[in-house]
T-cell receptor, first 114, second 116 residues
Framework: AQSVTQLGSHVSVSEGALVLLRCNYS??????LFWYVQYPNQGLQLLLK??????LVKGINGFEAEFKKSETSFHLTKPSAHMSDAAEYFC????????????FGAGTTVTVRA | EPEVTQTPSHQVTQMGQEVILRCVPI?????FYWYRQILGQKVEFLVS????????KSEIFDDQFSVERPDGSNFTLKIRSTKLEDSAMYFC??????????????FGEGSRLTVL
């Protein structure tokens, strides 16, 4: 069975500061890992994903995440926050079977201070 | 760019009424899903559907819920007799699936269900 833990339900950063959102997973097989973003009153949009290969993955809007198998982590970072980054961020894991079911973390709400 | 579309965007219903939420997945995708998000809570898996049958369902997906792909394009979620606790945002998603696929799910914008 797979599961995701996101540390911190709410993160507040200043504009221009580093954004760091933490995600730890458990999976019985090599996982596929995802970060989705949800802007207010909108659906879920894929930020980035890790399946195989390079462990540092780059996504949209300047975000990146690093898969660390030894730490079972997939933390999301952005060097410099922008006001438009204010949203809810969800980490998700799939065991990559044909079903591709995703299990989501509880989400982290990011607010950006001017 | 292909996208998953959902209707209605918002539905208000009385407790005990039947509700049907509709989704049009991306046309060449083979796997279809419903998720829900109760206000302020995490996104929860309800059901996955492949080859015209349910491939997996969660414990939330009880006898009050059903899914159907009535034609080649629509994928519906029916709640037979709604309860107050069914109030949530319901997301449809689809995936290409198959060997070598990277497993990305494409989500619709959601249907907000309010049960009074």
């Amino acid at each position: 069975a797979q599961s995701v833990t996101q540390l911190g339900s709410h993160v507040s950063v200043s504009e221009g500061a580093l954004v760091l959102l933490r995600c730890n997973y458990s999976s019985s097989v090599p996982p596929y890992l995802f970060w989705y973003v949800q802007y207010p009153n909108q659906g879920l949009q894929l930020l980035l994903k890790y399946t195989t290969g390079a462990t540092l993955v780059k996504g949209i809007n300047g975000f990146e995440a690093e898969f660390k198998k030894s730490e079972t982590s997939f933390h999301l970072t952005k060097p410099s926050a922008h006001m438009s980054d204010a949203a809810e961020y969800f980490c998700a894991v799939s065991e990559g079977s044909n079903d591709y079911k995703l299990s989501f973390g509880a989400g982290t709400t990011v607010t950006v201070r001017a | 760019e292909p996208e998953v579309t959902q209707t209605p965007s918002h539905q208000v219903t009385q407790m005990g009424q039947e509700v049907i939420l509709r989704c049009v997945p991306i046309s060449n995708h083979l796997y279809f899903y419903w998720y829900r998000q109760i206000l302020g809570q995490k996104v929860e898996f309800l059901v996955s559907f492949y080859n015209n049958e349910i491939s997996e369902k969660s414990e939330i997906f009880d006898d009050q819920f059903s899914v159907e792909r009535p034609d080649g394009s629509n994928f519906t979620l029916k709640i037979r007799s709604t309860k107050l606790e069914d109030s949530a945002m319901y997301f449809c998603a689809s995936s290409l699936g198959g060997q070598g696929n990277t497993g990305e799910l494409f989500f619709g914008e959601g249907s907000r269900l309010t049960v009074l």
